[in-house]
């Protein structure tokens, strides 16, 4: 399973930004696509994460409400949009997937990752 991340950039507090991810290989449609991101100096933590069906889907606490993830099994394309962007949110942002289709945060039970892109809201 491959993912490529794309859709960074600088944006100012308050501003909205779309992230996407393209997913390719075996089966990958079926995975729990997540997003995850790290800020400098600070420990990898999760944002969200959707299930294969795109029905069902998880954030953490400090994006609930203004981040959304959706997912276009067509083109396994995973998709984050972040609306009322904060400084704090300024990071690398990873896709990342779960081949046992698990809806969880937790870090380790990703598998596979793509390369991240920058996210840097400005105040």
């Known amino acids: 399973v491959q993912l490529q991340a794309s859709g960074g950039g600088l944006v100012r507090a308050g501003d909205s930004l779309k992230l996407s991810c393209a997913a390719s290989?075996?089966?990958?449609?079926?995975?729990?696509l997540g997003w995850f991101r790290q800020a400098p100096g600070k420990e990898r933590e999760f944002v969200a994460a959707?299930?294969?069906?795109?029905?069902?889907?998880a954030y953490g606490d400090s994006v609930k409400a203004r981040f959304t993830i959706s997912r276009v099994n067509d083109n396994n394309t995973v998709f984050l949009q972040m609306n009322s962007l904060k400084p704090e949110d300024t990071a690398v942002y990873y896709c990342?997937?779960?081949?046992?289709?698990?809806?969880?945060?937790?870090?380790?039970?990703?598998?596979?990752w793509g390369q991240g892109t920058l996210v840097t809201v400005s105040s």
């Open positions: 959707v299930n294969w069906f795109g029905s069902d889907t």
């Open positions: 990342a997937a779960d081949r046992y289709g698990l809806l969880t945060s937790r870090l380790r039970l990703y598998e596979y």
């Open positions: 290989g075996d089966s990958v449609n079926t995975h729990t």
